[in-house]
């Protein structure tokens, strides 16, 4: 199975911020890639799929590029509501796996 | 609206069985594939299963393989995950997700976009 590994695990930042998460697969995945916003108690939120490709309705702060084997998820200006964790996934073949996770935290 | 809403989760035995179940509404079902995805308690997410929109491809996780079933009826807009030889590291909430996909200029583009709230199973004696 492909392994993700996403840096950091954890991370505190203020509001304003700009922000990067690393995700980084074991072997090449084009750009198989989404990013997930999970608050606690709560579903995962899809906000970026195809590595790049907005989800429609998330706000235009967040943004993601990469291929093949590493991939960046971007806040441009950290919001209050973006406090949460962020996860990656791989669906360039099965099993998916996801990154271990990069918690958010107010500084 | 389109949701997903999980249910038959519970507190289960070590080496019993159970079935939890996924109902759709608001989208039409048997033109998307679904998947589990579930998440221990305190640890990140783990994507459990899939199956395509007509049923015909499963696929799984190394940690389920063998042990854990999906399945889906298109006449009533619902997957299910049949859970046998049950054990303590599979307690977590498991959730059910809709697979959408975009055409890309070569292949498509696979991501979960629409996501239930949940059920919760414990494997516990």
């Known amino acids: 199975a492909i392994q993700m590994t996403q840096s950091p695990s954890s991370l505190s930042a203020s509001v304003g911020d700009r922000l990067t998460i690393t995700c980084r697969a074991s072997?090449?995945?084009?750009?198989?890639l989404g990013w997930y916003q999970q608050k606690p108690g709560k579903a995962p939120k899809l906000l970026i799929y195809?590595?790049?490709s907005l989800q429609s309705g998330v706000p235009s702060r967040f943004s993601g590029s990469g291929s093949g084997t590493d991939f960046t998820l971007t806040i441009s200006s950290l919001q209050p509501e973006d406090f949460a964790t962020y996860y990656c996934l791989q669906d360039y073949n099965y099993p998916w796996t996801f990154g271990q996770g990069t918690k958010v935290e107010i500084k | 609206q389109v949701q997903l809403v999980e249910s038959g989760g519970g507190v289960v035995q070590p080496g019993r069985s159970l079935r939890l179940s996924c109902a759709a509404s608001g989208f039409t079902f048997n033109t998307y594939g679904v998947h589990w995805v579930r998440q221990a308690p305190g640890k990140g997410l783990e994507w459990v299963a899939g199956i395509s929109y007509n049923g015909r491809s499963e696929f799984y996780a190394d940690s389920v393989k063998g042990r854990f079933t999906i399945s889906r009826d298109n006449t009533k807009n619902t997957l299910y995950l049949q859970m046998n030889s049950l054990r303590a590291e599979d307690t977590a909430v498991y959730y059910c997700?809709?697979?959408?996909?975009?055409?890309?200029?070569?292949?498509?583009?696979?991501?979960?976009?629409?996501w239930g709230k949940g059920t919760t199973v414990t494997v516990s004696s």
């Open positions: 195809a590595a790049s």
């Open positions: 072997q090449g995945i084009r750009n198989d």
């Open positions: 997700a809709r697979e959408n996909m975009v055409r890309g200029a070569d292949y498509y583009y696979y991501y979960m976009d629409v």
